[in-house]
């Protein structure tokens, strides 16, 4: 089961979506994060959707394109996990913001009723920068 369909949050996801995909973990504990946001397969299909947003495509319109260009309707898509941070892939200015594709370890995530536990995995997640873009 991939982890970016089975973990839809109803309207907090639809926000996250219209934000641009991209959202700001909350630290649990000194290494595990929660958060709401977009999770690829690849770093490759992470950085495609940040291209996108950077040239001013919207959130869905970007995710779309990226998963038609995979011919993977799963390639990218909107998660509520809990995760550990693993390391800055790339960090990327978009609408005065940084974005960065962080490749993380997935140990949870929340179907939107309650969270699940799932065999540690390897995704690469949009998530805003620290920082400000000058």
Known sequence: MRVSTAMFCGLTV???VAAGGTAQAQPVDSGTR???GMICNSPAQ???F???RAQGRGGQAAMDAVNAEAHDPQACGLA????TPERTLELKPVANKLVQVVRVNI???FDGNVWQQVTAMTQYAVMEGEGESI
């Open 14 to 16: 639809a926000a996250v």
């Open 34 to 36: 929660i958060g709401v």
């Open 46 to 48: 992470a950085a495609r």
């Open 50 to 52: 940040v291209e996108l």
């Open 80 to 83: 509520a996990i809990a995760f």
């Open 107 to 109: 140990l949870a995530g």
